[in-house]
Nanobody, 112 residues
Framework: QVQLIESGGGLVQAGGSLRLSCAAS????????MRWFRQAPGKDREFVAAISWVADHPIYRDDVKGRFTLSTDNANNTMYLQMNNLKPEDTAVYYCNIDETWGQGIRVIVSS
């Protein structure tokens, strides 16, 4: 079973940037869709973005379009989420997901 390890979270001021990483222990298929979700305090988990290992046609939720960018490093089985112009409403625990597997979550805090 694949394992996912996230890294790169932390505390940043509004307008700042962070890059999240999600390293998969293995690739089961080149067709795997990798997703980021987030869960803010007191709210449901919500979809953020998705990309395949071939890195074509990434998709994003509307309120992060133009600010967040997905990319992949196939050689290292790693997906990145570059987050720019962060806003306080981006504060959440971010989770990486492939099929039924979830990472442990990583906290992002954006101060105003």
């Amino acid at each position: 079973q694949v394992q996912l390890i996230e890294s790169g979270g932390g505390l940043v001021q509004a307008g700042g940037s962070l890059r999240l990483s999600c390293a998969a222990s293995k690739r089961t298929s080149s067709d795997n869709i990798m997703r980021w979700f987030r869960q803010a305090p007191g709210k449901d988990r919500e979809f953020v973005a998705a990309i395949s290992w071939v890195a074509d046609h990434p998709i994003y939720r509307d309120d992060v379009k133009g600010r967040f960018t997905l990319s992949t490093d196939n050689a290292n089985n790693t997906m990145y989420l570059q987050m720019n112009n962060l806003k306080p409403e981006d504060t959440a625990v971010y989770y990486c997901n492939i099929d039924e597997t979830w990472g442990q979550g990583i906290r992002v805090i954006v101060s105003s």
